[in-house]
């Protein structure tokens, strides 16, 4: 069976030199040393002033939440994995959906203002398929109406908007290493914070809110440990070749396969794109659920990135309409990515993607 994703593992030699030095320091966790050069590796890598290593990508927008002190209503993205509107909920927050573009499948900024009351604290907005938001019109609203920002860049990881890293934008930006996701530590996330005092109270929030003997705060315990940092630090030097590899897989889908049937999200100007996802939209629902099944039938796993809508989730206080991404989340399918993902299988499914047109 093809899978929508295959983690990539590295090197067990090269895992085991590195986790040796765990047999000699005995520090299993707790900001260990691998932890800290893991996030100094990656702020190196990308250019980033800081960045706390968590347990997970879910969390991590958990801290945000916390730390920027967001309640009441937050306008957010209906097209999104579900941890991105859980962890609203999670933290007593009211998630406001603003409906989507649909060029680029992210929130439609020029939609934020009409979502926004007197209970509004906070955007909450995916970079969907590591696509950049409309960053520049999400900060003139959150400036305007003094709004906090949060991108959850789960799938973002190695995307530059404008020259930097895309996690350099809002007031906090998240990602996750999960196993699934194009740079990944098995489980693991991240938080990168422009202030540097809100970067503080996360760090003391993810560790229990103490320091020694000294309590200052509610905290929870949103640490990761050396074992996970050791994967980290096994698969950061492979990102850039993780994204060409996928470029060339992505490139030769586009070449293969039939575009007047199937449609595709458009990145917005000034993007330096990871690749990680490769999703297409279909006419009807009816229509993707025969590809899919085809797919399926001849071993490929493909998936509904992202079904259902998130404003239509079944323990949601009330309905909230969002036509266009009710539309489009019935209609993707997410094909086969990842770097190593055999030329041969693309031109197969593309064939079979292509004779249901
Ligand atoms: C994967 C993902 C998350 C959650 O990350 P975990 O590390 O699995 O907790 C959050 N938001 C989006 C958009 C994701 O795809």
Redesign the pocket.
């Known amino acids: 069976m093809i899978n929508v994703t295959r983690s990539y593992l590295p090197d067990l030699n090269t895992y085991q030199s590195i986790i040796k030095s765990i047999w000699q320091n005995n520090q299993l966790t707790n900001r260990g040393p691998l932890v800290v050069k893991l996030e100094k590796d990656i702020c190196a890598k990308l250019h980033l002033e800081n960045l706390l290593f968590v347990s ?6 958990q801290l945000a939440i916390k730390a920027l002190k967001i309640e009441n209503e937050v306008i957010t993205t209906p097209f ?2 579900v ?2 509107s859980n ?1 609203l909920l999670w933290q007593g927050c009211k998630p406001v959906f603003c409906d989507i573009d649909p060029d680029t499948f992210c929130i439609n900024a020029d939609k934020i203002a009409a979502c926004i009351t007197k209970d509004t604290t906070a955007i909450l907005a ?1 970079h ?1 398929y590591g696509i950049p938001c409309a960053i520049e019109k999400i900060e003139a609203i959150a400036k305007k109406y003094n709004l906090k920002v949060i991108y ?1 860049a ?2 973002a990881f190695g995307v530059k908007y404008k020259g930097q890293s895309i996690l350099n934008y809002g007031d906090v930006s ?1 990602c ?3 196993a ?2 194009l740079f990944h530590t098995v ?3 991240s938080v990168t914070v422009k202030d540097k005092e809100i970067f503080k109270s996360i760090l003391l929030y993810h560790s229990f809110g103490h320091v020694g003997d000294a309590y200052y705060t509610e905290g929870i315990n949103a640490k990761n440990s050396e074992f996970h940092a050791a994967m980290g630090l096994c698969n950061l030097p492979m990102l850039d070749e993780f994204i060409f590899e996928r470029k060339k897989r992505a490139e030769h889908y586009a070449e293969l396969l039939n575009n007047t049937f199937i449609t595709r999200p458009k990145l917005p100007e000034g993007t330096e794109y990871n690749f990680a996802y490769y999703p297409v939209s279909f006419k009807s629902e009816i229509e993707l659920l025969k590809v899919k099944e085809g797919l399926f039938q001849n071993g490929i796993n493909t998936r509904r990135y992202f079904f259902p809508s998130l404003n239509t989730l079944p323990f949601l206080d009330k309905y909230q309409s969002c036509p266009i991404s009710e539309q489009i989340s019935k209609c993707v399918l997410c094909l086969p990515m990842y770097h190593d993902l055999e030329i041969a299988n693309i031109e197969k499914i593309s064939k079979i993607i292509n004779s249901f047109a």
Do not use: M, P, Q, R
């Open positions: 997970n990508g879910t969390i991590a927008l999104s994995y941890a991105t962890a995916t969907v959850d789960a799938h998240t996750s290493f999960h699934t996701k489980e693991g996330g």
